[in-house]
């Protein structure tokens, strides 16, 4: 699944696959039992998220792994707002861009 979106000046592309290679550090301990049948019954994957962020012309490639989401499901847009707000994906982004248009240490 693909995204656009812009925001503060930068624009995103964000593309979510599934990760069939992603297992999580403590095999599925703090995941409730709901959530873990989903995955053994493939309802639930665990995904991966490359955004390509621009700005002025130039351009950077992140990539995030391990979010579990339902990739059939109409809520996929839903999902991944909760994403991005949750672990701030957006806003380490951005905190990247504002280290590359520094000059130099702030010492």
Not at 32 to 39: G, L
Not at 67 to 80: A, G, I, K, T, V
Request: proline residues 3%.
């Amino acid at each position: 699944m693909h995204f656009e979106c812009e925001w503060e000046g930068v624009e995103f592309s964000i593309v979510i696959e599934a990760d069939t290679s992603y297992s999580p550090p403590q095999k599925l301990i703090k995941t409730s039992k709901k959530d873990r049948k989903a995955i053994e019954s493939g309802e639930i994957k665990y995904c991966s998220l490359t955004i390509t962020s621009t700005k002025e012309g130039k351009t950077l490639t992140h990539y995030n792994t391990g979010y579990m989401m339902d990739l059939s499901s109409e809520d996929c847009l839903d999902q991944l707002e909760d994403i991005l707000a949750q672990h701030k994906v957006l806003d380490s982004i951005l905190d990247q861009w504002d280290l590359l248009e520094e000059d130099g240490p702030g010492y």
